[in-house]
C-alpha cells in the first residue's frame, strides 16, 4: 500500500517537476535516509523515474502510472484539500467501501479489523464534512468520487505488483482492498501460481474439487484471499465476474444445483461483486421458470439446453 510517506513525495512531484533527495526532504519534513529507501519503493512500483545529474545527483519526477494520475484528478478537482497530511493507507481501504452507504460494522468485517479502527481511519474525512451519514450508514458526499477513484487506483496498484512478482503476466480482474480475482496468460505464470502461498484456482478450474471438470481453453484464474476459505459461492461469482456469456452462465447454473446453493446465501456474497441482478435471474430457471425475459441482465439456457448439461454432468 502507498505509505504517507510515498504520497507525500508524490504530492510534491505531481505538478511535473524533478526534485533531489535534499529538495524532498525539505519539503515533506521526512529524512533524506528514510526518503532513499521510499523512493526506491516508487521506483521498482513504476510511480517515479530518476535521471543522474553531475555528481551522480539524483533527480526524480513521477510517471503517468494511473495511480499518479487518480492522485493528479484529486487535486486538480478538490485542490483545496491538504491531501497528502488527510489521507492515510487505513482510510483508502475504507474508502474502497463508501460507493454506497455501508455500515461501519460490515466494513470492519469486510476488512478483518475493528470498529474501531474503521472509525479512526475515518476521522479525517467527519472532521472536514465528506461522509454522508445515512442512519448507521456512511458513503462519501457527492463530490469526493476523485477520492474514490484514488483509493481504488491505489489498491489495484497493490495487487498488480503482488501478482506480477510472482506471475509477469497476471492482469487483476477484480479486487478489493483484501482480495484480488486474477488471470494469467502463460502455463508458466499458472505454476508459479499454483505453488506460491496464499494463491488459489478459482472459477471454472476450482469447478474439478465439486466432481464438475471443464476443459479450459486457457489458463485458470486465481484468487488471492490469505486465511480465508474459497467458499462455493465465492467460485459462482469468480465464474460470472470473468465471463458472463450465455456458457459461463450456464456452468454457474449448473455448480448452483450441483451443491444446491441456497439463493440468499449466494445473494449476500454476489453483493460484493454488483451481481446480485443476475444471481437473482440466475435462479428463476433454477425452479423452473425457463420463460425469457427481457430484463434479464444475462442470456439464461433453455430447458433443453440446461437439461442436455445437467444430464452430460450427471447432475441431477
Not at 476450482?206 to 488471492?224: I, S
Given at each position: 500500500?502507498?505509505?504517507?510517506?510515498?504520497?507525500?513525495?508524490?504530492?510534491?512531484?505531481?505538478?511535473?517537476?524533478?526534485?533531489?533527495?535534499?529538495?524532498?526532504?525539505?519539503?515533506?519534513?521526512?529524512?533524506?535516509?528514510?526518503?532513499?529507501?521510499?523512493?526506491?519503493?516508487?521506483?521498482?512500483?513504476?510511480?517515479?523515474?530518476?535521471?543522474?545529474?553531475?555528481?551522480?545527483?539524483?533527480?526524480?519526477?513521477?510517471?503517468?502510472?494511473?495511480?499518479?494520475?487518480?492522485?493528479?484528478?484529486?487535486?486538480?478537482?478538490l485542490g483545496?484539500?491538504?491531501?497528502?497530511?488527510?489521507?492515510?493507507?487505513?482510510?483508502?481501504?475504507?474508502?474502497?467501501?463508501?460507493d454506497e452507504?455501508?455500515?461501519?460494522?460490515?466494513?470492519?468485517?469486510?476488512?478483518?479489523?475493528?470498529?474501531?479502527?474503521?472509525?479512526?481511519?475515518?476521522?479525517?474525512?467527519?472532521?472536514?464534512?465528506?461522509?454522508?451519514?445515512?442512519?448507521?450508514?456512511?458513503?462519501?458526499?457527492?463530490?469526493?468520487?476523485?477520492?474514490?477513484?484514488?483509493?481504488?487506483?491505489?489498491?489495484?496498484?497493490?495487487?498488480?505488483?503482488?501478482?506480477?512478482?510472482?506471475?509477469?503476466?497476471?492482469?487483476?480482474?477484480?479486487?478489493?482492498?483484501?482480495?484480488?480475482?486474477?488471470?494469467?496468460?502463460?502455463?508458466?505464470?499458472?505454476?508459479?501460481?499454483?505453488?506460491?502461498?496464499?494463491?488459489?484456482?478459482?472459477?471454472?478450474?476450482?469447478?474439478?474439487?465439486?466432481?464438475?471438470?471443464?476443459?479450459?481453453?486457457?489458463?485458470?484464474?486465481?484468487?488471492?484471499?490469505?486465511?480465508?476459505?474459497?467458499?462455493?459461492?465465492?467460485?459462482?461469482?469468480?465464474?460470472?465476474?470473468?465471463?458472463?456469456?450465455?456458457?459461463?452462465?450456464?456452468?454457474?447454473?449448473?455448480?448452483?444445483?450441483?451443491?444446491?446453493?441456497?439463493?440468499?446465501?449466494?445473494?449476500?456474497?454476489?453483493?460484493?461483486?454488483?451481481?446480485?441482478?443476475?444471481?437473482?435471474?440466475?435462479?428463476?430457471p433454477l425452479?423452473?421458470?425457463?420463460?425469457?425475459?427481457?430484463?434479464?441482465?444475462?442470456?439464461?439456457?433453455?430447458?433443453?439446453?440446461?437439461?442436455?448439461?445437467?444430464?452430460?454432468?450427471?447432475?441431477?
Amino acid at each position: 500500500m502507498l505509505t504517507k510517506v510515498g504520497l507525500a513525495v508524490i504530492d510534491v512531484l505531481s505538478t511535473g517537476r524533478e526534485a533531489t533527495t535534499a529538495e524532498l526532504a525539505t519539503e515533506t519534513e521526512y529524512s533524506q535516509a528514510h526518503l532513499y529507501d521510499v523512493l526506491d519503493e516508487l521506483l521498482e512500483a513504476g510511480l517515479l523515474v530518476e535521471v543522474r545529474g553531475p555528481n551522480n545527483l539524483r533527480r526524480v519526477s513521477v510517471t503517468d502510472h494511473p495511480v499518479v494520475e487518480a492522485y493528479r484528478s484529486l487535486r486538480s478537482e478538490l485542490g483545496h484539500v491538504e491531501w497528502a497530511d488527510l489521507l492515510s493507507p487505513a482510510l483508502l481501504r475504507v474508502c474502497w467501501y463508501l460507493d454506497e452507504p455501508r455500515r461501519v460494522s460490515e466494513i470492519a468485517e469486510r476488512l478483518g479489523v475493528t470498529r474501531q479502527g474503521v472509525h479512526k481511519a475515518l476521522s479525517p474525512l467527519k472532521h472536514r464534512a465528506m461522509l454522508s451519514p445515512s442512519g448507521p450508514e456512511y458513503a462519501l458526499t457527492d463530490g469526493l468520487s476523485p477520492l474514490l477513484a484514488f483509493a481504488r487506483a491505489v489498491v489495484r496498484h497493490e495487487h498488480r505488483s503482488r501478482v506480477r512478482a510472482v506471475a509477469p503476466s497476471a492482469t487483476v480482474e477484480w479486487c478489493d482492498p483484501k482480495r484480488a480475482l486474477v488471470r494469467v496468460q502463460t502455463a508458466e505464470d499458472t505454476d508459479a501460481l499454483q505453488t506460491a502461498p496464499d494463491w488459489q484456482p478459482t472459477g471454472l478450474g476450482r469447478f474439478e474439487a465439486y466432481g464438475l471438470q471443464f476443459f479450459l481453453a486457457g489458463e485458470p484464474a486465481f484468487w488471492y484471499a490469505p486465511d480465508e476459505e474459497l467458499t462455493p459461492t465465492d467460485v459462482v461469482c469468480h465464474t460470472l465476474v470473468l465471463d458472463s456469456g450465455s456458457r459461463r452462465v450456464s456452468y454457474a447454473m449448473l455448480l448452483i444445483e450441483q451443491l444446491d446453493i441456497d439463493q440468499e446465501t449466494l445473494i449476500e456474497t454476489a453483493t460484493w461483486y454488483n451481481l446480485e441482478s443476475t444471481v437473482g435471474a440466475l435462479y428463476r430457471p433454477l425452479r423452473g421458470d425457463f420463460n425469457a425475459s427481457d430484463d434479464s441482465p444475462v442470456v439464461l439456457p433453455s430447458e433443453a439446453e440446461f437439461t442436455a448439461l445437467k444430464e452430460q454432468y450427471g447432475v441431477s
